[in-house]
């Protein structure tokens, strides 16, 4: 959530095993994710969705030239982390758009991660079958 010389905004999102680094400048309301359009990288519409959200939320769509570097996860984690990624930096141009931004929950980090195997278990919580004889 720094402010880069050249009027450049960041912001870090992330969800699940994904993290996203999201970079805002003034512009037409581009959204480039890994070098290609945000239509282009999600399969699905409420991927695309999800990443739009914060702007259509604060009517800022077409304000924004996003650029965006992301990795691991999968393609929700990885929309997930981006519109977490892309509200941080909305807020890091104003703060008087936390209240906004705070009760559309685009703020709130989902900490849900996948839990661990444990040894002697089949997975994080399934057993192996008992046997008695």
Request: glycine share 12%; aromatic share 6%; charged share 30%.
């Amino acid at each position: 959530m720094s402010v880069n010389s050249a009027n450049n905004f960041h912001g870090v999102g992330r969800r699940k095993r994904a993290v996203a680094r999201v970079w805002l400048r003034g512009g037409s309301g581009k959204i480039i994710i890994n070098g290609r359009a945000h239509s282009d990288f999600f399969p699905t519409k409420t991927s695309i969705e999800a990443v739009e959200r914060p702007l259509k939320t604060l009517d800022k769509s077409s304000m924004f030239d996003i650029k965006v570097n992301v990795n691991g996860g999968g393609w929700v984690g990885q929309a997930g982390a981006i519109s977490v990624g892309i509200a941080r930096a909305v807020l890091s141009t104003d703060e008087g758009l936390r209240p906004v931004l705070r009760e559309n929950g685009l703020l709130t980090v989902d900490s849900r991660k996948k839990e661990r195997k444990k040894y002697g278990q089949r997975g994080a919580r399934a057993k192996f079958q008992f046997v008695k004889r």
